[in-house]
């Protein structure tokens, strides 16, 4: 069952028109957002990014936060999933004809639910691999816009060399991975890009900038380079899915020896207990 423009609809009835700009032009944006035990997790934190993604991208906001909340409540029903990723897409609308420029009309709303199913920290311990490629992204990274060709191209590099991840560079900085967060730790302090244009602001980056200040971490939110990421103790990502993940080699090449420090395990503990608090 998903939700498209005020109905819940079987996913395999749900169809749009030819003319919607979300379908010619990815003219559109979207949130991802964890459900634990049936309870959305930071709800408000997620509706505000998606509220400034929508103001960016100059298309109104078809709903109220109560009216969202009342919607995503009623999707998750639909399902017997205790832990749920919720999928919401706002694109501008249906157009008269294709053009480049738009008018005012009305957005074209659509919401998905699936089965959440964070790997467990034994699996996590195991350790993840993951490339590096220059960020030939545009220059609006921090709109979660459903325009994504250049992240899909990435992806699918990571597919075909069996990474996990995407680390993105841009003038020899870290910017982010193609679907994640990326921190470093070294010498007992956190790394991580810093927000604005060039990177997407994750609410779990948020978390675990959160959970390293109640682990007793220092938090250095400044851009560090290639060279500092492969000479790191410890590298993470971080995104609403993968929650943290520890990576272990990068481009072939191993951090930390292949281990996990001691320092993830720490932060991602404690980004267990606040899923639940």
Not at 49 to 78: A, C, G
Not at 146 to 169: F, P, R
Not at 232 to 254: F, G, H, Y
């Amino acid at each position: 069952m998903v939700f498209l423009n005020g109905e819940f609809i079987p996913k395999d009835q749900a169809s749009i028109s030819v003319m919607d700009r979300g379908f010619l032009f990815g003219d559109g944006v979207y949130e991802v957002i964890p459900v634990y035990n049936n309870q959305i997790f930071r709800l408000d934190e997620h509706l505000e990014r998606l509220q400034n993604s929508l103001d960016s991208t100059h298309i109104t906001n078809p709903y109220k936060k109560d009216q969202w909340q009342k919607i995503l409540l009623e999707l998750l029903k639909h399902s017997a999933e205790k832990n749920q990723s919720l999928y919401l897409q706002v694109t501008r609308g249906v157009d008269s004809i294709r053009k480049h420029s738009f008018d005012e009309l009305t957005a074209t709303v659509f919401i998905e639910s699936n089965p959440l199913i964070p790997k467990t920290k034994t699996e996590l311990e195991k350790g993840y691999c993951a490339i590096t490629q220059p960020d030939f992204r545009w220059e609006r990274c921090d709109i979660k816009a459903t325009s994504l060709l250049a992240n899909i191209m990435y992806s699918q590099q990571a597919k075909q060399h069996q990474a996990e991840e995407v680390i993105l560079h841009r003038d020899d900085q870290i910017t982010e991975g193609a679907t994640s967060n990326v921190f470093i730790i070294k010498d007992n302090t956190l790394f991580t890009h810093p927000t604005g244009k060039h990177i997407l602001s994750g609410i779990t980056r948020d978390l675990v900038l959160e959970s390293a200040n109640a682990c007793s971490i220092q938090v250095n939110q400044t851009a560090f380079s290639i060279t500092d990421l492969m000479a790191a103790d410890e590298v993470w990502i971080s995104s609403s899915t993968r929650e943290i993940m520890p990576i272990t080699k990068i481009d072939n090449q191993l951090i930390n020896k292949g281990q996990i420090g001691e320092h993830w395990s720490q932060v991602y503990d404690h980004y267990q207990q606040l899923k639940y608090a």
